[in-house]
């Protein structure tokens, strides 16, 4: 996969080149930076300074608007609306409909509510959350086909079925910090957990996979270099510099060669008073090469996996709940189901079901934030470039499983704490938990996979999802890895009603992309599957961002 292609697959979850723009500057919403971040000269720079001053931040956004400088990618010029962009104006705030109470919606009614907009959220579902889920005990799971299940975990324990871990450089990390929600450390990278594939013997730690992939890489390129191969493309002190950190790189010997007893392998037992008693010798490069654990030592180098990334304390969706605390649990009506959307001369129409019968809403402006799957299926007014539009990002299935243990095997046995193994077995990883160290049990994620291996799942019922993941998990962890389970609970993305999908993925990013990006009359689209961060809570942070300042900058512009 590539950067382009964005959400990608989880069993891929590598994005290959790093790109200079995914590099990003501390997250800060201050005004004054606006436009200096998008490199607008200094003197458009003043004169937005100026306007900011002056008019509020409402006025900034039309200036904006009118230099051009709406911000397309990562949107660090944002500045929230405030209410005084309306009482130094003499307008009253807009009423605004957002349709779902996932991460999407809620951060368009958190941020218009900051201006005093007067916000109603429909939400389909008998939560909010969205996609951000995370199951306690006594938590009730209902899938597509009828089946439900319920938690029964110990207490403390909790699995985020759904989102599960947040980049340093993303959004999602400054509204942590806004709304006052703990993060800690979410391992995404651990040399301890295991490492199998299909062509090894026995699982091997990722450790010592990766210092044999390393070593024999280097030796290569060592040696090839030292004969003369790179001679064209490299001077003699080149050649120096690259021998340097080719024998660090690889743990190479005088000979040049991969010290196949190197100590980064690890050891059986470890040093200690004694020397300790290493794992044993790497096997032969052609050996190392068949194992095939190149993509899985390789998980965690992109701009978007590397370490350190970070989970909220006590689970995902305290985030989520943060941000239904701030919009106002009164504004948000749970169970809702819209049934229709319609552009008015003068305003917007929506209509949903409730447990009384039939409801509708108007108001000025409608968000809309549902999956664009479920969207294009909806009656509605938005024509029909918008429904083909809708129809061109592909849902993707995603799955996982939560296993729940009375003692922490995992720790106590293996010395893992927290990170991932990696598998091409269809469950692809096993998650071990970032929290509750030593604590008493603990939950560990059985799989986390995408597409087809996803899709073999989905169909099953939880029950042989359960038996299939603990027969592919006991090929790394053994016997103990069914015997010792105490619960668990599987999700299927596709089968959860209203979501119907882990996410949804553009083949190119289009016209179509493009046309989405703008409002259809008074209804406006966004969700993370309208950024380049697709499958990311920042994408729909971004794009509810961007959502309420097109909706805002042209609700100053309205006269009334
Ligand atoms: N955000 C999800 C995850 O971290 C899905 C994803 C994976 C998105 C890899 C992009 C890259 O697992």
């Known amino acids: 996969m590539s950067d382009e292609t ?7 979850a590598a994005p290959g080149a790093v790109t200079p723009t995914a590099e990003a500057p501390t997250a800060e919403t201050a005004p004054a930076k606006a436009a200096s971040a998008k490199g607008g000269g200094l003197t458009r720079r003043a004169l937005l300074v100026g306007v900011g001053a002056a008019g509020g931040a409402g006025a900034m956004f039309a200036a904006m608007g009118a230099l051009g400088l709406v911000p397309e990618s990562q949107d660090r010029n944002f500045t929230p609306p405030q209410r005084s962009d309306f009482s130094l104006t003499g307008r009253a705030a807009a009423e605004v409909v957002v349709i779902g109470a996932g991460v999407a919606g809620l951060t368009c009614a958190y941020e218009l509510g900051k201006a005093g907009y007067d916000c109603t959220v429909l939400e389909a579902s008998g939560r909010v959350g969205g996609r951000n889920l995370t199951l306690r005990a006594g938590d009730r799971l209902d899938e597509l086909g009828g089946e439900t299940q319920t938690a029964e975990f110990a207490e403390g324990v909790y699995f985020n079925a759904g989102a599960a871990r947040i980049a340093p450089w993303m959004v999602t990390m400054d509204y942590c910090r806004e709304l006052g929600v703990p993060v800690e450390i979410f391992v995404n990278n651990n040399a301890s957990a295991y ?29 090839a270099s030292n004969a003369g191969a790179l001679n064209r493309r490299l001077t003699a002190d080149d050649r120096e510099r690259l021998a340097e950190f080719l024998r660090r790189f690889g743990d190479l010997g005088p000979d040049l060669a991969y010290r196949r007893d190197s100590r980064r392998r690890g050891f059986e037992t470890y040093p200690g008073v004694g020397e300790g008693v290493p794992v044993g010798p790497a096997s032969s490069m052609r050996d190392v090469l068949a194992a095939g654990t190149g993509r899985y030592v390789t998980m965690d180098f992109g701009y978007d996996q590397v370490m350190p990334m970070f989970q909220p304390v006590g689970g995902m969706d305290a985030i989520t709940e943060a941000l239904a605390d701030a919009v106002g649990r009164d504004r948000i009506r749970t169970g809702t189901p819209v049934t229709g959307i319609r552009n008015l001369a003068d305003g917007v129409e929506v209509t949903y079901r409730d447990g009384e019968g039939n409801g509708v809403v108007r108001a000025d402006y409608c968000v809309v934030t549902m999956p664009p799957h479920l969207l294009a299926r909806l009656p509605h007014n938005l024509g029909a470039p918008v429904t083909a539009a809708l129809r061109t990002p592909v849902p993707v299935s995603a799955g996982k499983i939560g296993l729940e243990y009375g003692r922490r095997w995992w720790e106590i046995d293996d010395r893992i704490y927290g990170g991932a193994s990696e598998t091409d077995l ?19 994620v059985g799989y986390y996979n995408v597409e087809e291996n ?7 019922s939880h029950r042989e999802r359960r038996n299939r993941a603990l027969t592919q998990g006991k090929k790394i ?12 609970v599987s999700i299927a993305w596709k089968r959860q009603p209203y979501i119907e999908g882990g996410w949804a993925s553009w083949p190119s990013f289009d016209a179509a992309f493009d046309l989405l990006q703008r409002p259809a009359g008074r209804v406006y689209l966004a969700g993370d599957w309208l950024t380049h961060l697709t499958a990311w809570q920042a994408g729909a942070m971004e794009s509810a961002r961007r959502a309420v300042t097109d909706l805002h900058r042209r609700a100053l512009q309205t006269t009334s």
């Open 195 to 223: 490492v199998y594939t299909r062509g090894m013997a026995a699982p091997a730690r990722a450790r010592a996979a990766r210092a044999d992939l390393y070593g024999y890489v280097a030796e290569l390129l060592a040696k």
């Open 477 to 488: 962890h053994g016997e103990k890895y069914r015997a010792e389970l105490r619960s668990s």
């Open 426 to 444: 269809d469950i692809t990883h096993i998650w071990y938990p970032s929290y509750g160290f030593h604590s008493e049990g603990g939950l560990v």
């Open 454 to 460: 996803a899709e073999a799942y989905t169909g099953l």
């Open 6 to 12: 964005g959400p990608a697959r989880a069993d891929d």
